[in-house]
Every structure is written in structure tokens, then in C-alpha cells.
């Protein structure tokens, strides 16, 4: 089950110019992803502020949330231009409110699961990357959405800053969310059985509190993936579920022993007195 007063919180979070900004990045990475992903069923968990699946084009796809939040947030997030989006925009998919440790779909039926930040808000990650792997079918893609800790939003949320208290800055990440790692998910996921397939960061600029200032500080995003390609505020990880190959074990037919060769005779001669 979903922390509510994280989700409230983060739900509040997304209208400041930080939000925006996140919200923005994010979405452009996973329209990019997502439009060469094929199959038929694709899920999007929690989060509809990031409309994870509208560029996919799987014929049936859903958006599963847990009844959190008190805003629309489908309205917040940025639609693509005509000359910049990869595929038309699909219509809203369907909405199906369930737990997201105890997903409404038979085993190995997924080809597609999107988590934007919902491990992050989740009562039991855990517990939900293994509903993930239980739904997505062999060679089937998660792709995830977090908060790297070892950023300046990271740093910033640990501890306490005087720029917070003149207002200069917005809280980098709601309080009430555990950031996981880019190392330690791989780990989660290398246990389940999933593949590393790719990933990135994003998202370099502190968490100003004014647009004018962060607009200024626009150019750490160029200059981020170069210098420190890995303290990015964001990252957004894709993973394949393996399954190892099955060996078909047929009668097991007993062999016969080898003959055992015959002792060969040989001839002698005998002396006179008994000796060969």
C-alpha cells in the first residue's frame, strides 16, 4: 500500500518550478523508450503526473493506482509537440485501481511494466518488484523511475540547507520518500531473475525555488552527462525479465554393460622336468 502523506506530498510538489522541471525530463525519456517496446499488454503503476505509456503502441494498456493523491495530475504533464513527438499521443489508458503488491493480472501476462517513482512510494518495494516479476512474461521490460541519492536533490533532501529557509530553494524531494540507488535496485532486480538492459540520468539543476533561476542554471544539463554523467537528480533504469531455458529429460533407457573381454588362450610348452 502506497504512503498517502508521501503521495500528497509529491502531489503538491509537481505544480513548483522544480516539479515542472522533473516532470518535463521524465517524460521525455519515456516517450523515447517506450515507442519501440512491442507486445500487447503494457501496465503503467501509480503516478499518472507521467503518462508513461501514451507513446507506446500495445494495444491494451492500463494505468493501476491505489486511490493516493488529491490532484489530477494527468494535466500536469507536458504533451509533445507535433514536431517533436515520436508517435501521436494514444488515448488515456484504462484505469484499474488495485494494491501494487497484489496486481489484478494471471502470472507472465505483461510485456510492459512502467514504475514512475513507485518503489519509491511503496510500503514494501520489495514486495511490489516481485508482483512486477510475477505479471511480466519472459523477455518481458520494466522500466523504473527514481530519485538518485547521490545527487544534489538527494544531498539537499538529507539534510537541511539555510537557502530552505529563505525561500532561494524548493524541497529537492518530498519528505516521506525512500530513495533507492542505481546500484542497489540492480541488485534487487539481478535477484529476481531481470537483466540491466540501459538506463540514464537527468536532471542536473539544484532545486531552485524561482523559474528564472533555474532557467540560469540550464546549462548544467549540458554540461551533467559529461562531467558527472552519474549525479543526476533522476534516473530511469529499463530491466528484461530472463528465465533460463528449460531441458527436456526424456526415458531414461538403461545401458547395457559392456561385454567383458574373454581371457585369450595361450599355448606353452612343457619341458621335461615341469617347467614352462
Known sequence: MAKESAIIG????????????????EQARMDALVSNLFGYHAVQLGWPALQGLRCNRMSHRWLVTDGSGDLDLATLAPQPQDETAIFPPAPLPL?????????????????????????????????????????????????IIGFNPASLWGAYKAGTDV??????MQPSVPGGTELIGWRRLRDWLRLLGFEHEGGQFGCWRPPLASATWLDRTAWLDRAGPRWWPVLGSAYVMVAVKRVKAMRLVGKA?????????ATAAVASRQGGDGRV
Not at 10 to 25: E, S
Not at 253 to 261: H, I
Open 10 to 25: 509529491i502531489d503538491h510538489w509537481l505544480t513548483t518550478p522544480p516539479g515542472r522541471y522533473l516532470v518535463a525530463w
Open 95 to 143: 484505469s484499474v485501481l488495485a494494491e501494487y503488491d497484489a496486481l489484478p493480472f494471471p502470472a507472465n501476462s505483461l510485456d510492459l511494466v512502467v514504475l514512475p517513482h513507485t518503489l519509491e512510494l511503496a510500503a514494501d518495494p520489495h514486495e511490489t518488484l516481485r508482483e512486477v516479476e510475477r505479471v511480466l512474461m519472459p523477455e518481458g521490460r520494466v522500466v
Open 163 to 168: 537557502a530552505s529557509r529563505l525561500g532561494w
Open 253 to 261: 533407457w538403461k545401458r547395457r554393460p559392456a561385454p567383458k573381454a
